[in-house]
């Protein structure tokens, strides 16, 4: 794209798909530092571009009034009072279209089809078109709020390592019914864990799931229940200092790869082949059953009444297990362990 300086990537959410597109200013920045990289996303996931240093501005948008027209045009013109020389339309929606229009850059570009991509590869190449010179970074990098981090590690300095962060989710099972493990998974994992590792078993989420989740961490042995307590800038700082993260197909799993920890995400309706966690230290257990990877956010195979799909409950503990010896993902500890499968 020639002197191109200013560029804004328009991504309003949802968080993962949000961390995934750092990949861009990432890739950009360490070809032209000199160019400047803006972001137009939700207040709601601002805090996880924050303190990114490959992200120089951060324009943020109420999902609360995205049906507030005024609103929309207010955004719009702000964007175009930036004279953009690019905008990165990474969502083919009708507000993403109406801002790029009102941005009037002079160079537009949209997302790439994922196809049997990865997601962070068609976010990457989606910008390539822009600027072709650009490499794709091995891993995803993510920004810390340093007074945060520093405060965290005194809030966990007295607990024994290693640090495992479970996150069960539980707040959109309903309409995300492929990404929710058994509960009762969830414990006999973090027993195993517990007994075969020691260290400590963290509970991570969201204000919402924070009930749901203390069901569970009152059934595994010292378990300590951080979700709700913490809010998004603190919640990463948390992450970065663990050993080990496992979560279904979620935001704070795509966090914790973005933050480069260890992690193990758990996939039934969605592919991993598409949103595995990314990078050198992301790894996957996928759902063993016939039917796997449909992308529905309901289940046809639910039956009434039921609430975890069959696709996610032919994963079982002993397959996190098995993975976290074969890769030693927790170091040496687990050099015999092989956990027998039915």
């Keep these: 794209m020639g002197k191109s300086k200013k560029i804004l990537v328009l991504r309003f959410g949802a968080l993962g798909d949000l961390v995934h597109t750092t990949i861009i200013p990432q890739a950009i920045k360490a070809k032209y530092p000199d160019y400047e990289v803006h972001y137009c996303c939700e207040s709601r996931y601002a805090a996880v571009l924050q303190n990114n240093p490959d992200i120089d501005k951060i324009i943020e948008f109420d999902h609360k009034r995205k049906k507030d027209f005024p609103y929309n045009l207010q955004i719009a013109l702000k964007l175009r009072h930036e004279h953009y020389d690019v905008v990165l339309n990474l969502t083919n929606a009708f507000r993403n279209n109406f801002m790029t229009f009102i941005a009037s850059p002079k160079h537009k570009f949209t997302k790439v089809p994922m196809g049997h991509k990865h997601v962070v590869d068609a976010f990457f190449l989606s910008a390539q078109k822009a600027f072709p010179a650009i490499k794709q970074p091995r891993n995803l990098r993510l920004g810390l709020d340093t007074a945060a981090l520093e405060d965290m590690k005194?809030?966990?300095?007295?607990?024994?390592?290693?640090?495992?962060?479970?996150?069960?989710?539980?707040?959109?099972?309903?309409?995300?019914?492929?990404?929710?493990?058994?509960?009762?998974?969830?414990?006999?994992?973090?027993?195993?864990?517990?007994?075969?590792?020691?260290?400590?078993?963290?509970?991570?989420?969201?204000?919402?799931?924070?009930?749901?989740?203390?069901?569970?961490?009152?059934?595994?042995?010292?378990?300590?229940?951080?979700?709700?307590?913490?809010?998004?800038?603190?919640?990463?700082?948390?992450?970065?200092?663990?050993?080990?993260?496992?979560?279904?197909?979620?935001?704070?799993?795509?966090?914790?790869?973005?933050?480069?920890?260890?992690?193990?995400?758990?996939?039934?309706?969605?592919?991993?082949?598409?949103?595995?966690?990314?990078?050198?230290?992301?790894?996957?257990?996928?759902?063993?059953?016939?039917?796997?990877?449909?992308?529905?956010?309901?289940?046809?195979?639910?039956?009434?009444?039921?609430?975890?799909?069959?696709?996610?409950?032919?994963?079982?503990?002993?397959?996190?297990?098995?993975?976290?010896?074969?890769?030693?993902?927790?170091?040496?500890?687990?050099?015999?362990?092989?956990?027998?499968?039915?």
């Design 154 to 342: 005194s809030q966990v300095a007295a607990y024994p390592r290693p640090y495992i962060i479970l996150s069960p989710g539980g707040q959109t099972d309903n309409n995300r019914q492929g990404r929710a493990w058994p509960a009762e998974s969830w414990i006999e994992l973090g027993n195993l864990l517990k007994g075969i590792f020691g260290g400590t078993i963290f509970l991570s989420g969201s204000p919402d799931e924070r009930e749901f989740h203390k069901t569970i961490s009152e059934k595994i042995e010292g378990a300590v229940l951080f979700s709700g307590r913490f809010s998004i800038s603190q919640t990463m700082c948390l992450i970065s200092l663990c050993d080990l993260f496992i979560s279904g197909d979620s935001g704070p799993l795509h966090i914790a790869s973005g933050l480069g920890v260890k992690t193990i995400g758990l996939f039934g309706s969605t592919n991993p082949e598409n949103v595995r966690p990314y990078g050198e230290n992301g790894s996957f257990v996928a759902a063993f059953s016939k039917c796997k990877f449909c992308w529905q956010k309901q289940c046809k195979k639910l039956k009434a009444g039921k609430k975890y799909t069959p696709c996610m409950k032919s994963i079982k503990p002993a397959h996190v297990l098995n993975l976290i010896n074969n890769k030693k993902l927790l170091g040496s500890t687990g050099d015999v362990l092989r956990i027998a499968l039915d």
